[in-house]
C-alpha cells in the first residue's frame, strides 16, 4: 500500500538544538517535499528533491538543511533550532502526475523548539 | 513565483446550505488537490484533478488549467464537514506544490 512515514511524530528540543525529520515513501516516486504549517497559513515549502542526491530549494528554506539520501528517504535538518521553528512539518511524495496519481502526505510532525 | 489565492480565508454556513470555495492561480498549474486537515491535524484527501470536474457525496470540485482557478463546492454542509480546507497545485516542469492560505469552514446548527 502506498504509503508516506514520517518519524518522529513529536518531537521537543531546545533552543540550538539539533533535529532531524525522517521521511520514507514506500511508493517509487521521484518527488519529495518538505512543508511546515503554521496557524494562519497553507503549508509553506522548505525544500523538495527529484531523486536521490538531488535538492531543490523551497520558499521557506532558511534555517533548514535537507537530504535525498535514496529515492525512499528524505531527512529533513535543523542544526540551530529556533523558537521560530516550532511548527507542524509534512513530508509529501508525487510520481509526476504519472498514472494520473495524486501526491501523497504523511501524517505530519509537531516539533516543539523550546 | 507561483501563488495560489484561496477564497475565503473563513466561511461560516448553516446546516443544510451550500457554498463554494476558490482558488486562483497566478500561473498556469498542471493539476490540484483539495484537502480538509482533520481533528488530529492530519491532511485527508478530497480530490486531486488534472483537469474538469470530479463529485463525491456533498462535495464538487471542478479545476480549469487555462483560466487558473479551481473551485470545491459542498452542498447541504453537515456539522462534521466543519475544518480548514487547502488547495494545493502542482507547477508544470518543476512539480512544485504550492498550497494555499486554507479555508476555515464553520458549520452552524
Known amino acids: 500500500e502506498a504509503a508516506v512515514t514520517q518519524s518522529p511524530r513529536n518531537k521537543v528540543t531546545v533552543t540550538g538544538g539539533n533535529v532531524t525529520l525522517s521521511c520514507r515513501q514506500t511508493n517509487s516516486h521521484n518527488y519529495m517535499y518538505w512543508y511546515r504549517q503554521d496557524t494562519g497559513h497553507g503549508l509553506r515549502l522548505i525544500h523538495y528533491s527529484y531523486g536521490a542526491g538531488n535538492l531543490q530549494i523551497g520558499d521557506v528554506p532558511d534555517g533548514y538543511k535537507a537530504t535525498r539520501t535514496t529515492q525512499e528517504d528524505f531527512f529533513l535538518l535543523l542544526e540551530l533550532a529556533s523558537p521560530s521553528q516550532t511548527s507542524l512539518y509534512f513530508c509529501?511524495?508525487?510520481?509526476?502526475?504519472?498514472?494520473?496519481?495524486?501526491?501523497?502526505f504523511g501524517e505530519g510532525t509537531r516539533l516543539s523548539v523550546l | 513565483g507561483d501563488q495560489v489565492e484561496q477564497s475565503p480565508s473563513a466561511l461560516s454556513l448553516h446546516e443544510g446550505t451550500g457554498s463554494a470555495l476558490r482558488c486562483n492561480f497566478t500561473t498556469t498549474m498542471r493539476a490540484v488537490q483539495w484537502f480538509r486537515k482533520n481533528s488530529r491535524g492530519s491532511l485527508i484527501n478530497l480530490f486531486y484533478l488534472a483537469s474538469g470536474t470530479k463529485e463525491n457525496g456533498r462535495l464538487k470540485s471542478a479545476f480549469d488549467s487555462k483560466e487558473r482557478y479551481s473551485t470545491l463546492h459542498i452542498r447541504d454542509a453537515q456539522l462534521e464537514d466543519s475544518g480548514t480546507y487547502f488547495c494545493a497545485a502542482v507547477g508544470y516542469g518543476n512539480e512544485k506544490i504550492t498550497f494555499g492560505a486554507g479555508t476555515k469552514l464553520t458549520i452552524k446548527p
Open positions: 509529501a511524495s508525487s510520481d509526476r502526475g504519472q498514472n494520473n496519481q495524486a501526491p501523497l
